[in-house]
């Protein structure tokens, strides 16, 4: 069974619900039985794929008591190395599957893998700052575990996820989140199911002509990058409807069990510079690495004196940040390219912001933010077909 996609899902889903929305509504913790849900959820999801599901149970069996182990030790002292080490064995399971898949191997392979360990090196992160002291075993499998957004994001935290199945709802307070979660629900479904799939069919044609493309006359040249430009677009509407109608589903599925899992899009294609468009595109991923690789990266450069420019240092964190975020993706010179690609753009935008005498006196104006929305819409996209590997027909 896939998430968000097959009839028999959406079918479990609105049974399961039910009782959800009973428990809510009497002013009951939904938490215990949104586990279970969860496990019956992730059984049918990994049914059809044992070795998928034994990878899984090995992966959850690791990291769980990773986190305990860490917890504990932490608990004593605070040592630098013994964290670094944890932290790599919480990375190894996805390390070793980003590599395998490089040679069409599924080594320690199963959907939601990326994003679950997300969640448990923030975990490990946060135990090291100790903004986490303590946490029962039922939270941590339970926020790993939590089904709506297991295979597509968006990312949680565990302090805030773990607030919300703490916190007693009120009758009114639960039909807020219901009142939210179900159009949430039926948005995701337009998205995913209908307008991701008109850009689809518009892109899918276009790459079929580029493939197609054999002469080297300058007419062909100019017909295929004409065909590369307008299909850059179509996947770009296409990625962005099929992946935040996924997001829209798991969130509006989250608030039904009393979870108000957070926003992942917010209009990405009306930003007028790639700071902008990276605080509404995936925002949970882009403020996770904002977070636990930019910020990071900027304070050991900073304490190291690496660059005596705060903007070159800046600048530095943004290309490292994208490039792990590329690399997350998946180990291929289009996604490592595309994460390096977005490092750059960022940089020259926070150079440009900050010394361009000409955007600090004209970045208020109307004629000025069309344009540069413009651009940065092209460059986006652009962006995109360097991700898609659209232009690798070129080379």
């Not at 009497?26 to 279970?36: E, Q, S, T, V």
């Not at 998928?52 to 069996?61: A, C, N, Q, R, S």
């Not at 182990?69 to 932290?87: D, H, I, S």
């Not at 600048?315 to 289009?334: A, E, K, L, P, S």
């Amino acid at each position: 069974m896939s998430f968000y996609s097959d009839f028999a899902f959406f079918l479990l889903l609105v049974v399961s619900i039910i009782p959800a929305a009973v428990l809510g509504l009497r002013g009951k913790r939904i938490a215990r039985y949104g586990l279970i849900v969860s496990c019956i959820f992730l059984l049918l999801l990994f049914y059809r794929t044992p070795i998928e599901f034994g990878y899984f149970v090995l992966f959850l069996l690791l990291e769980v008591s990773l986190i305990f182990f860490f917890l504990k030790q932490r608990t004593v002292r605070k040592n630098t190395y013994v964290f670094w080490a944890f932290l790599f064995i919480a990375l190894v399971p996805l390390i070793s599957y980003k590599v395998f898949a490089v040679f069409d191997q599924n080594f320690f392979g199963f959907l939601g893998i990326s994003y679950i360990t997300f969640k448990v090196v923030q975990i490990v992160i946060e135990i090291q700052d100790g903004l986490i002291k303590e946490m029962t075993l039922f939270d941590c499998i339970y926020f790993l575990v939590f089904f709506p957004p297991f295979t597509s994001g968006p990312i949680d935290r565990s302090r805030r996820f773990i607030a919300d199945t703490k916190k007693d709802l009120s009758k009114d307070e639960y039909v807020g989140l219901l009142s939210k979660g179900l159009p949430y629900l039926l948005l995701g479904a337009v998205y995913k199911i209908v307008l991701s799939g008109i850009f689809y069919t518009y892109f899918t044609p276009l790459m079929d002509v580029m493939h197609g493309f054999s002469g080297l006359t300058f007419p062909g040249i100019l017909g295929a990058l004409w065909s590369s430009y307008i299909s850059a677009f179509a996947y770009g509407f296409y990625l962005f409807f099929d992946f935040a109608g996924y997001s829209l589903m798991a969130i509006g599925a989250s608030y039904c069990f009393g979870i108000e899992t957070p926003r992942n899009f917010n209009a990405p294609f009306i930003s007028t510079d790639i700071k902008e468009f990276w605080n509404r595109w995936h925002m949970t991923l882009s403020y996770w690495l904002r977070d636990f690789v930019f910020t990071r990266v900027v304070m050991i450069a900073t304490k190291k004196k690496w660059f005596k420019s705060r903007l070159t240092t800046a600048c530095c964190g943004y290309i490292i940040n994208m490039t792990v975020m590329g690399f997350w993706h998946g180990i291929t010179f289009d996604f490592i390219l595309y994460g390096i690609y977005h490092g750059i753009l960022l940089s020259a935008t926070d150079i440009y912001q900050k010394k361009s005498k000409f955007y600090k006196k004209h970045k208020n104006e109307k004629v000025y933010l069309i344009c540069s929305w413009f651009i940065t819409l092209n460059l986006v996209m652009l962006g995109f077909a360097l991700f898609s590997g659209q232009l690798r027909l070129f080379v």
